[in-house]
């Protein structure tokens, strides 16, 4: 049992994983292997509306996490970036002088 002041002992060590959720992990990634046909058939006759809720769900489980960005800029900088993409790579491209 805990006591204050003294060192806990036992339990996993940081950064273990977690073998029970390892477990269900590979049998939900078995199974999605398994019937990803049906998934396809079945994601074929849903209304267009819900093909999209599952397509974005499906991405989630795909694509990583994208922190947010936070950008500070002093008033006598004030300027335009503009975003574009260039073979699939993301370049900012500063905006030209008007003057």
Not at 1 to 25: E, H
Not at 53 to 70: D, F, G, M, S, W
Request: charged residues 30%; hydrophobic residues 25%; proline residues 4%.
């Amino acid at each position: 049992m805990y006591q204050k002041g003294k060192d806990k002992t036992g339990g996993r060590k940081p950064g273990a994983k977690n073998k029970v959720n390892g477990a269900i992990r590979d049998r939900l990634n078995e199974f999605l292997e398994d019937n990803f046909n049906e998934f396809v058939t079945n994601y074929k006759t849903l209304p267009i509306n819900e093909q999209i809720k599952t397509y974005r769900l499906c991405l989630q489980y795909i694509l990583p996490r994208l922190n947010a960005v936070e950008m500070k800029q002093d008033q006598d900088q004030i300027g335009e970036i503009i975003l574009t993409y260039h073979e699939g790579n993301h370049k900012l491209k500063e905006p030209e002088n008007e003057n």
